[in-house]
């Protein structure tokens, strides 16, 4: 066994693997080896001259290509068998396309039996075994203590298997959640147990977490599980199968299975009369429905081939994971906030040291979540944005592990439901809901890991999640007051009528007009996804910045043309008429409105049918995409509302009088006013109506991303409609002023200002050159994060003049060098 420090030989072994075998990994930290699988390149090599020096046939025929297929098989199978000690006397192997698939398979004799089944499942079970228990008569989740008094003959589940129903007990080796491992022991105690006389109970191991980075000995029938099953893929990276392990003595399961398919009778009668004979020969003959997946099975050959000369035994890959792990483990639970508040609630054990409450040790896998001083988490949507600047690969969330989650984060039933009916789903911006977090931080150290990942991402942790001086915290409070004397102006107007595409920069002079929804022509466009609706972003498609609109009244049209430097095929401009006409959509109206969807909310688009319109946006993104329009003024799904509210950070001693509806920090907040009427409506913009930024907060970062060594970053990344400037001597007075405006007047318009806006990673894409960075995000996640949410400028909306008799009132405008004048709060 490694020492603490991992042993230094078989690190800097992997360290040069790195270089030579696993090219897409030099600039990636790579954290997620439970989740995300990585090639190694002589396994793809190796399995390219296998496939191209070999002609391999459909099985089951007498072809010779045929047989060559069936011979290699029927070899790969044994050693695999191999590969876990398996004697294929006492036990054989099943070709699945994953371990879900096993599951299935296992499941479906039992469904078929006479009363069905009895399932038992523990509760660190992944959700593709907890699905079984919808097919069962009777189902019960067991924790240890449970499954060790079951075992014994006392409750919890003594009924199970009476009326001669088969009972399956079904856990993980290891669990995908917090990598804790359970007792491979468990299927000899239950068929050593006395107190079940005559009761049929069968036992399914779910080893795809364990096995990727442990060996699994099934060398004895006699302990080993009656199913095992597994993912090749989260072993050797490639290819895309799964296996299930049976053991002889529980084959007869499968009589009761009912399906049959091709490749798995000897003989069918359908006309006249319904008769099969079922394969008998080998019992995955009689299990692999349809045709193999003749060529992922080839390449197991390859896999197992490298992953020996790569890696050397899994004895060594589960030694070097483990010290990492521990290392990881350590470093983290050593962080603490300078008032002593640890940094990191972790959820896994050590893995090295076998305690009382894990005898068998932990994978190497570190399951956390992130605190700040006060105790309260940090969300894990903000974490991951950092991360992937960063280039870390972690997983977050919930891992699809339902009972391992709600033991770790002791989240109960009515909790989640709860949290399920107030709108939290995987993957939504809502992970905290009511000061709890409602999802983890992964770490999974896997064969390519090594102490220099570990190492990067302590520190990383330490640099931007744990605060040594508590002072830090407070926001910067302007030291002036915010009123005239910053002689604010403004700077320059934009405004994006294609949602995440170029900005048009409104010409100095002209009288732009501002309406209820926004800017006049801002956000109106939209591309959406031809397969899912979804819009898209530039977050996931930075080239759409080269994709530059311009509102031109005098032609009456929006011209866009492409500004990339990479020549596309295709013409480099297009243009569609502003006035809306309905020809161009979708035939139809209302069927028309096709569902799309603009952060996850369903609105009605209507979608351009042009060819010529949507490959030329297609082309430059390289993405089936379609150009749509979410004209002003309409109505159910085809209006939106604001959702910006007041921030917490914007609070201040002296102006009490703000309504936080935000009771818990890093919490979500519906909008202010929830009553229809008061709701501010906006087009495709994300959050308001318009969003404005401040020149002199810009400078501000400037020279703070100047002093760690960074390049200064160009106003257009923040993708505001109104920038302020100032032509006061010093931009630092006004730095963050914004903050506590409660409203402005541009020219002769006033505007009511809704909350600062919530920043991600997109701010960090060059809106010349469609390139990525990290900066601004990092500097302002270390200056401008209150309640572990990172802003940048202001969201406002217009106020409608009640005098009505004037030009301004009725025609409102804004234009380039109108005098701002604030309100403070
Ligand atoms: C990944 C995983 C599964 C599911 O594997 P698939 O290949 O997606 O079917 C099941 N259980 C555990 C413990 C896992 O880690």
């Known amino acids: 066994m490694a020492d603490e420090h991992g042993s230094t030989a078989y690190d800097s072994h992997i360290e040069g693997l790195r270089q030579t075998e696993f090219p897409q990994l030099q600039d990636e930290v790579y954290l997620d080896h439970a989740g995300t699988t990585l090639y190694a390149k002589s396994l793809i090599d190796k399995f390219a001259a296998d496939l191209t020096s070999n002609l391999f046939g459909n099985p089951h025929s007498a072809s010779l290509s045929s047989q060559n297929s069936t011979s290699r098989i029927e070899d790969i199978r044994l050693r695999v068998l191999q590969f876990f000690n398996a004697d294929p006397s006492e036990f054989d192997l099943i070709f699945v396309a994953n371990a879900t698939a096993g599951v299935k398979l296992v499941v479906e004799p039992f469904r078929g039996a006479p009363g069905r089944f009895d399932y038992l499942y523990h509760e660190a079970c992944h959700t593709s075994l907890v699905g079984v228990r919808e097919e069962a008569a009777n189902s019960l989740c067991l924790d240890d203590a449970a499954v060790n008094s079951w075992i014994s003959g006392t409750d919890p589940a003594a009924r199970f298997g009476e009326d001669s129903r088969p009972v399956l007990f079904a856990y993980p080796a290891q669990s995908n959640m917090d990598g804790s491992r359970l007792p491979l022991s468990w299927p000899e105690e239950l068929r050593k147990t006395e107190s079940m006389p005559g009761r049929q109970t069968y036992t399914l191991l779910d080893a795809a977490a364990f096995v990727p980075t442990s060996p699994l000995d099934l060398s004895s029938s006699e302990t080993a599980p009656d199913f095992t099953v597994l993912s090749f893929y989260k072993i050797f990276g490639f290819p895309d199968l799964g296996g299930l392990i049976v053991r002889r003595q529980a084959a007869s399961v499968f009589q009761s299975r009912k399906y049959f398919g091709g490749g798995t009778v000897d003989m069918v009668v359908c006309v006249a009369e319904q008769w099969h004979a079922p394969k008998t020969q080998a019992l995955h003959e009689s299990l692999e429905d349809g045709t193999l997946p003749i060529h992922n099975i080839i390449a197991l050959d390859s896999a197992l081939d490298t992953h020996r000369r790569l890696f050397r035994s899994m004895n060594d890959v589960s030694a070097h994971t483990s010290s990492l792990s521990q290392r990881l483990h350590h470093g983290l639970a050593a962080l603490k906030h300078g008032n002593g508040q640890p940094v990191c609630v972790i959820y896994s054990h050590p893995s090295l040291s076998r305690t009382p409450e894990s005898p068998m040790g932990n994978g190497p896998v570190v399951t956390f979540n992130l605190q700040n001083h006060l105790g309260n988490p940090i969300s894990l949507v903000e974490f991951e944005k950092l991360a992937v600047l960063k280039r870390f690969h972690v997983r977050t969330g919930g891992l699809c592990n339902p009972g391992g989650i709600s033991r770790a984060l002791n989240l109960q039933p009515w909790e989640m439901k709860r949290n399920f009916s107030s709108g939290f789903r995987c993957g939504t911006e809502n992970d905290i809901m009511n000061g709890r977090p409602t999802g983890v931080i992964r770490v999974s150290l896997g064969a390519i890991s090594t102490s220099a990942d570990v190492e990067k991402f302590i520190a990383f942790i330490d640099e931007f999640y744990r605060t040594q001086r508590i002072a830090e915290l407070t926001p910067p409070i302007p030291t002036s007051s915010p009123g005239d004397s910053l002689d604010l102006y403004v700077e320059r107007i934009t405004v994006y009528p294609i949602k995440s595409c170029g900005g048009f920069r409104i010409p100095a002079g002209t009288q732009w007009e501002v309406r209820p929804e926004g800017l006049a022509w801002d956000r109106e466009w939209c591309l959406v996804h031809r397969g899912t609706g979804q819009a898209l972003s530039q977050k996931h498609h930075p080239r759409m910045a080269l994709i530059r609109p311009v509102v031109d009244f005098s032609s009456g049209k929006l011209r866009v043309s492409y500004q990339g430097s990479w020549p596309i095929n295709g013409p480099t401009r297009i243009s569609v008429p502003l006035s809306a006409n309905p020809g161009l959509f979708r035939a139809g109206v209302p069927s028309a409105a096709m569902a799309s969807r603009v952060c996850g909310e369903v609105i009605s688009a209507q979608v351009y049918t042009s060819s010529e319109v949507n490959d030329f946006f297609s082309t430059i993104l390289e993405v089936p995409c379609a150009l749509a329009r979410f004209p002003p003024g309409g109505l159910g799904t085809s209006m939106r509302y604001a959702k910006a509210h007041l921030q917490k950070h914007q609070k201040v001693n002296k102006t009490a009088q703000y309504k936080i509806p935000c009771e818990f920090p890093g919490m979500d907040t519906p909008p202010d006013s929830d009553s229809e009427s008061e709701r501010q409506r906006i087009l495709l913009s994300n959050e308001s109506p318009i969003l404005a930024i401040n020149l002199s907060s810009l ?56 909350g600062s806006c919530r920043r991600c990673h997109m701010i960090c894409i060059d809106q010349e050159t469609a390139e990525k960075g990290e900066e601004p995000y990092i500097t302002l996640s270390k200056t401008r994060r209150f309640d572990g949410k990172v802003f940048f400028g202001t969201h406002m909306c217009h106020i409608p003049s009640t005098a009505m008799g004037t030009k301004e009132a009725q025609f409102p405008t804004i234009t380039i060098g109108d005098k701002v004048v604030v309100d403070p709060a």
């Open 699 to 754: 400078h501000v970062l400037n020279e703070q991303i100047a002093q760690r060594g960074g390049k200064a970053v160009s106003p257009e990344v923040f993708r505001a409609n109104v920038i302020i400037g100032s032509s006061a001597s010093e931009a630092q007075p006004s730095a963050y002023s914004e903050d506590r405006w409660a409203s402005l007047r541009i020219g002769q318009q006033d505007f009511r200002m809704l």
